[in-house]
């Protein structure tokens, strides 16, 4: 059974990859709010937290990663991750990139879904969009 | 002259920035009844292609899309 959740021929589904973390919080928050848009246009939408990315999606982060902007008055991640989560955006993690960083799932903001290698291509070749970060 | 469109529902999100038009929109849009209009005003210059792509992809019709006072207003019909 595949990790999507639609029957709907009609509704299309995009999976956003995103390998980024806390060293590069300037590439912490576009694949949020592009998730964000393509749920809104009543799309079934996931991201795959891989290499770096777990780190997005790690309790308290959202509070210390700031996405920087010119000028200052940063935003904290935590408001692109709030609007994704509300709008149905799912996230998905596999463990090699826990244990890269030592985390377990208990580590994960609620919601957070584990994966493996495989589901993952599963997705990717049931997807209509695989957009990498 | 063209036709006046009534709207059933105004939603204002001046000064929002994307994606959170597109947001509201779909949320207030989930709330109507088919065959209702929805006028949604922005000021995101991304708004009239983001609402295009949106009336595209979901199928509700962007009945008129245009500029008034440094305002971008979209009639949109709940399919």
Redesign the interface.
Known sequence: MSVWKTNDPDT?KILYVQTHGEKDPERTATPF??A??GA????EVCIYFTMNGPQCVAKGNGDTIIIPRKGGGGKELKFFIE?AQE?GVRFLVCQPSLDLHGYTMDDMIEGVEMIGGAAFNDMACDADAVIGF | MTDVIKEDQVLDCSGMLCPMPVVKTSKAMKEMQSGQVLKMVATDPGAPPDMEAWSRQTGNELMRSMTEGGKFIFYLKKK
């Open positions: 299309k709010f592009l964000t848009a809104a246009m009543d799309n609007q709008i």
